[in-house]
């Protein structure tokens, strides 16, 4: 059973549409991400999220938002699209909380979605 | 804010030979990880160091942490053809519930024979 899947795999949409692209973890981790990934391979945070919290990286825009039905799922919804949001998106999940000395709090990431907007 | 270096970026090298990939962070951490990623992959898990001096090895490849140093490396014992990929070292920065990886640019490794 795959872990952390995402869908679809492969986007290609046209300037100012509005997309989303989902995620869910089988992993009964309480934090999922999502990261960005350009041209360049630079891996960017852009959301990290459990029930409690939603962190923002301040250089998101507000176009992105997450969305999470339960636990095991968190949603990008991207409004307006832009030629600059063609990247790979990777979703990803890890146990955060309780942590202690030396609790392991490794993500594992889906297999991505490449977004091209035309 | 987190800085998250690595280097090289680049990294040609032969079969064989044996070379260090490091990745400097800029905070407190006591958490890093190193993945990997193949061409149109998503990312695997190689390593997990949890604490100051943890060592890992695995095949061809040992990492290592210093908390203090804030240094991790990453050394491939002679090199093969399957290691070409890109390595990326993540740091945790979080200090409470909220988990936080941040990601250095990777290390595109090249293995020629």
């Known amino acids: 059973d795959t872990a952390v899947s995402q869908t679809p795999k492969y986007l290609v949409t046209q300037m100012g549409n509005d997309k989303s692209i989902k995620c869910e973890q089988n992993l009964g981790h309480d934090t999922m991400y999502w990261y960005k990934q350009d041209s360049k391979k630079f891996l960017k945070i852009m959301f990290s999220y459990n029930n409690k919290e939603l962190i923002i990286n301040e250089t998101v825009p507000n176009r992105f938002s997450p969305k999470s039905p339960d636990k095991a799922h968190l949603n990008l919804h991207i409004n307006s699209l832009e030629l600059g949001d063609s990247a790979v998106y990777f979703c990803a999940s890890s146990q955060a909380q309780r942590r202690g000395p030396f609790m392991n709090t490794e993500a594992f990431f889906g297999q991505g979605t490449r977004l091209t907007v035309v | 804010e987190l800085k998250v270096e690595q280097n090289p970026l680049f990294l040609s090298m032969q079969e064989g030979k044996n070379y260090t990939i490091y990745c400097n962070y800029s905070?407190?951490?006591?958490?890093l990880y190193w993945y990997r990623q193949d061409p149109g992959k998503s990312l695997e898990s190689l390593f997990v160091?949890?604490?100051?001096?943890a060592v890992k090895q695995e095949g061809r490849l040992m990492a290592s942490l210093d908390t203090k140093a804030r240094l991790s490396t990453l050394h491939i014992t002679a090199a093969v053809h399957d290691l070409s990929a890109t390595y990326f070292c993540?740091?945790?920065?979080?200090?409470?519930?909220?988990?936080?990886?941040?990601f250095g640019k990777g290390t595109k490794l090249s293995v020629k024979p």
């Open positions: 160091l949890l604490s100051n001096g």
């Open positions: 993540a740091v945790d920065t979080s200090g409470g519930s909220q988990g936080n990886l941040i």
């Open positions: 905070t407190t951490s006591d958490r």
